[in-house]
């Protein structure tokens, strides 16, 4: 994790997370040479992204959704981000536009989603947005990918007493790749834990297997298995 840079008088503090260098490096880059921007730090992993977060004190935190090899859910980070501190600002750089995937973005919170193609300076348009109150989601400051926040959303699965937060996790993870016991040392349980939890969401979903809970549970917007790089 880099140290935060010199302070700029007045400038927004933005905080990045994204497990590719070179985003981040151009990211970085465009918040050096702005005059109203600077950066409180940055992460390649989410490990230890609240702490992060409260000893840093951002403004803007700009996302990517997908974690690469952490195999960490994007959504669970979001959530994490904006379960914390609500005041935060979280720009979600993405490449998956599904409605119910960016339907339950806005539902946790999300103040904007981005394409991950946009120029770094695009970005930072988004991040002077977000920070007088609007809300971004489309290819630029002022477009929209999906429904505007206020408009009717289904309540996702795990809030209505079916697949939990932490099944869904688990099951993002597991679809990324994961293995039952990488999953079980990043979440600090067995591996049984694991292979249990698998089982009541794919029971909860009615699938006959985990692959199978899998498919089901992104069809219907719970996790997400495109390719994002």
């Known amino acids: 994790m880099a140290p935060a840079h010199l302070t700029k008088n ?15 490096q151009g990211l970085r880059s465009a918040i ?11 992460a390649g992993s989410p490990a230890g992204i609240v702490r992060l977060v409260a000893e840093r004190r951002p403004e803007v935190v700009i996302l ?27 720009l979600v750089l993405s490449a998956h536009t599904l409605e119910p995937y960016v339907r339950e973005l ?7 989603i981005l394409p991950k193609s946009v120029p770094s300076a695009s970005v930072l348009d988004a991040v002077r947005c977000v920070v007088r109150g609007e809300r971004i989601f489309g290819a630029g400051a002022g ?15 795990w809030l209505t007493g ?6 869904a ?32 969401a794919a029971g909860k979903l009615g699938a006959d297997s985990a692959g199978e809970a899998v498919a089901m549970a992104a069809e219907r917007g719970i996790i997400v298995v495109d390719d994002f790089a």
């Open 162 to 167: 079916q697949v939990t937060s932490r099944e």
């Open 64 to 90: 990517d959704i997908r974690l690469g090899e952490s195999g960490s859910s994007g959504i669970g980070v979001a959530r994490q981000l904006t379960g914390h501190f609500p005041a935060l600002k979280v």
């Open 143 to 157: 477009g929209h990918l999906g429904p505007e926040p206020g408009s009717p959303v289904p309540t996702p699965a």
């Open 32 to 42: 050096r040479d702005s005059d109203d921007c600077e950066l409180a730090g940055e």
């Open 169 to 200: 996790d688990v099951l993002q993870m597991f679809a990324s790749g994961v293995s039952d016991a990488q999953i079980a040392g990043q979440l600090a349980m067995t591996i049984g834990d694991v292979q249990a939890i698998l089982a009541s």
């Open 106 to 112: 806005q539902r946790i919170g999300v103040h904007g």
């Open 10 to 24: 007045g400038a927004i503090r933005v905080l990045i997370i994204d497990d590719h260098p070179l985003i981040r």
